[in-house]
């Protein structure tokens, strides 16, 4: 009955309104892309120069088909299968990225990381960051730059997340509307729309996701609308667009201990299922970008942007309340140039950013609500931040010969901030001394379709606001950002006619003067420079794409990271934790996967992960076991009309019904005789459908 209903919906909406689009025919789906060569990557134009192939630095690539490869709904399964890169997830909201281990010991979300959407950042000024309020379907490709390899990014320690968004390439207009259902209630709607004429374009795209949820306290809702497109479009110019709007309710199982985690990891931990704990908000991001030729030889491409947050969450212990306000520029130059017969290519620029972030807390007083979850009483705390810093950077590229040529770059980063403690009347203003992040990379061409490079970088990574306070909420001038060196050696070639694709990368830094939360009170934590933390590894990628026979076409994907992330120094409280393997991430970490393609446009999918055991503590006392997690899908997409095609698709995700943690708490602390929570406890077996009418005018 679901089904049909729906299949009725999607009639009446082409026919009535021919108003929506979905994907047009380059990218229809992944379901129907038949195997062929590979193709050369093309990367973000922020970089001096756009082909993967010819990049000295490791970089992650999902294509708008690899984002399509599951269910739409969590972009953790996809980042996943980058070697190098782990992405851990609850229930959508609670989320943490670390790259080659840096970030593995952030408390709650993602830091040391900068993350852009087009020209737009993610990452707010207090070095959080969220990529998950846009969604998967409004994506056309993602980036990850692994390690301060770009100084052209603000060279974080972790490295940089780029998300461009999804602009049609074919011209008139696309309509579609697509659906995705499954187990513990998951369903989806999608509306897209597209217009693509000769001096601008149209993108625009609504969503809406929500989930019962599998454990208690875990009910969530997303909707979000997304528009970008290109304005004014000439030879020489053109403004470019995008925005996002979201709105968020979910609610919070939080995390649970290792009993729970056993026996019953359907439950929530018990306060935040009484105080029916959730987090909500509505955030909105918009940008404008200018590109133009000032001549053959120079171009300039100028943004500005906003980013607006509202968030409410009632949490056991407290209500918490903030508003964020950010907004920014940036300006970069970009070019060639010769001297003598030397080629030289070039990008320069400066990047502003400030923020306003406005927080109070409130009594919880959900015990005297009659069970009816979170009940807000008097204020507790309100307090102020500002923040705000610019990058000076610089990049150029010298092709010494055919075979050789050298790049280096140069960041410098100004950050001050300024905090306001209105319980005690308090405003005090800090300012980091500026830091230079160099950079120099070597590349060696073997052939057009092999490349060998060297790189140094060093990158920094500035403290939270509230890791630079004591615990009576004063800053602490001591405390200095991290900072470390990063050596890396790396190739990446094509074989039997760019059928196979191969790429290693070795690697090796060292983090100084790292940062450590040390908890002071329920979500309160103070941070000091406590030591060191040194970080190996080798990172191995092949993608292959060969015909079975004249029906059938195969692709497969592997990737591999082998790391070694310790404490090379650190001393807490007394404690020696030197040499110890570095808390929450897995040092080691395996994807795989096949796509079967036929010409009828039948397709069947299958991937597999392992992930090695986790460190819980510092002391290396507790551990998360190791899994495998195996995903199926099958579908079928074909022509109705020439103007209408369909597609239909149906997965299984954690195939064995693997028992593992989707994501951990690190050094979670344990309250008079409970043990600690460490455990979010990731998806059992579950099953989705997806149906997609997609109609081209």
């Known amino acids: 009955m679901i089904l049909k209903k729906y299949c009725f919906l999607y009639f009446f909406a082409l026919l009535f309104l021919q108003t929506i689009n979905a994907q047009n025919r380059e990218s229809n789906t992944i379901d129907s892309l038949q195997t062929q060569k590979l193709k050369e990557v093309v990367i973000s134009p922020f970089y001096i120069n756009t082909d993967l192939q010819n990049a000295p630095a490791s970089i992650g690539i999902l294509s708008r088909k690899d984002l399509l ?24 909201t609670t989320t943490r990225i670390s790259i080659r281990g840096i970030g593995a010991r952030t408390p709650y979300g993602t830091n040391k990381i900068r993350a852009f959407y087009g020209s737009i950042p993610l990452t707010s000024g207090n070095s959080e960051t969220v990529i998950d309020d846009i969604d998967l379907q409004s994506i056309s490709q993602v ?42 209630g998951l369903l989806k709607n999608t509306l897209n729309y597209s217009l ?23 009910a969530y809702n997303r909707e979000g609308i997304t528009m970008a497109g290109e304005l004014f479009k000439k030879e020489k110019s053109k403004l470019t667009y995008f925005s996002n709007y979201t709105y968020l309710k979910s609610f919070i199982p939080s995390s649970i201990n290792k009993t729970m985690f056993e026996n019953n990891p359907k439950s929530g931990a018990p306060t935040w299922v009484a105080s029916k704990g959730y987090k909500e908000y509505k955030s909105t991001l918009g940008g404008l970008a200018y590109d133009f030729k000032i001549n053959e030889n120079i171009q300039n491409s100028t943004s500005v942007f906003i980013n607006y947050k509202d968030s409410n969450e009632p949490r056991p212990f407290d209500i918490l309340r903030q508003y964020t306000f950010a907004a920014g520029a940036r300006t970069q130059f ?28 409130f009594e919880n007083l959900y015990q005297q609500n009659n069970g009816q979850g979170s009940l807000q009483g008097n204020q507790l705390t309100e307090n102020g931040q500002k923040r705000h810093f610019y990058n000076i950077f610089s990049q150029i590229r010298t092709l010494l010969s055919k075979q050789f040529e050298i790049q280096a770059g140069l960041n410098y980063n100004k950050t001050a901030f300024e905090l306001e403690n209105y319980n005690l009347s308090l405003n005090q203003q800090y300012s980091y001394d500026g830091i230079l992040s160099p950079q120099l990379s070597l590349l060696f061409k073997t052939s057009k379709e092999r490349t060998l490079y060297f790189s140094a970088s060093r990158g920094f990574s500035l403290p939270a606001t509230e890791e630079t306070l004591t615990s009576n909420g004063t800053i602490n001038p001591d405390i200095k950002p991290e900072n470390g060196y990063n050596f890396e050696a790396g190739g990446k070639f094509y074989f039997f006619n760019k059928k196979l694709y191969t790429e290693f990368a070795v690697y090796r830094m060292e983090i100084k003067d790292l940062l450590v939360a ?17 970080h190996e590894g080798i990172e191995i990628t092949l993608k292959h794409n060969w015909p079975i026979n004249s029906f059938w076409t195969m692709s497969s994907y592997f990737s591999s990271s082998l790391g070694k992330y310790e404490f090379k120094e650190y001393l807490d409280n007394g404690n020696d934790f030197s040499g110890n393997k570095l808390t929450g991430v897995a040092a080691n970490k395996v994807n795989a996967g096949l796509i079967f393609n036929s010409r ?26 190791a899994y495998h997690m195996v995903n199926i899908k099958a579908g079928y997409g074909f022509e109705i009309l020439p103007f209408l095609t369909t597609s239909f698709a149906a997965g299984i995700n954690n195939l064995t019904n693997e028992k593992y943690a989707s994501l951990i708490l690190p050094n979670a602390v344990a309250v008079g005789n409970a043990m600690p929570r460490y455990y979010y406890p990731g998806l059992p077996v579950n099953y989705y459908g997806t149906i997609s009418l997609n109609y081209l005018f």
């Open 69 to 92: 490869q599951n269910n739409t709904t969590d972009i953790s399964t996809v980042i996943n299968t980058i070697p190098g890169v782990f992405m851990q997830s609850a229930n959508f």
């Open 143 to 184: 980036e990850i730059i692994k390690g301060p390899l770009s100084s052209v990014y603000g060279a974080g320690l972790g490295g940089a997340i780029l998300l461009s968004p999804q602009l049609s390439k074919t011209q008139g207009q696309n309509a579609g509307i697509s659906t995705v259902f499954g187990s513990y």
């Open 196 to 218: 693509n004429e000769k001096q601008g374009s149209l993108n625009l795209s609504y969503h809406k996701l929500q989930t019962d949820g599998w454990r208690e306290n875990s």
């Open 334 to 361: 970009s070019g060639s140039f010769k001297i003598k017969e030397t080629e030289n290519q070039f990008i320069t620029g400066i990047e502003y950013f400030s923020d306003t972030y406005k927080g109070n807390t």
């Open 518 to 534: 040390k908890r002071v009170g329920d979500d309160q934590y103070v941070g000091v420079n406590a030591g060191k933390t040194f």
């Open 600 to 625: 009828s446009g039948i397709y069947f999918s299958a991937d597999y992960q392992f992930v090695d055991e986790i460190p819980l503590n510092d002391a290396n006392t507790a551990y998360s076991d």
